[in-house]
């Protein structure tokens, strides 16, 4: 299970580039935890938000 604060991958990564790396950004953060989760895309800190349901099947895998 995940908690605020958390950082996460999603199934498919954002759309922003790793400028090191020249990769696809996959690093979120959750910053919002309720009906919604809100997560922040740590490489460009864009914000999205979906109801929970959305998030639980485009969740990948939680990280370290
Ligand atoms: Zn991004």
Do not use: Q, S
Not at 15 to 32: D, L, M, Y
């Amino acid at each position: 299970m995940y908690n605020l604060g958390d950082f996460i991958e999603m199934k498919k990564p954002h759309a922003c580039i790793i400028k090191a790396t020249g990769k696809k950004a996959n690093r979120w953060e959750i910053v919002r935890l309720g009906a919604d989760i809100k997560i922040c895309c740590t490489n460009c800190h864009h914000l999205v938000m979906m109801p929970r349901n959305d998030f639980n099947k485009k969740l990948k895998r939680i990280l370290d």
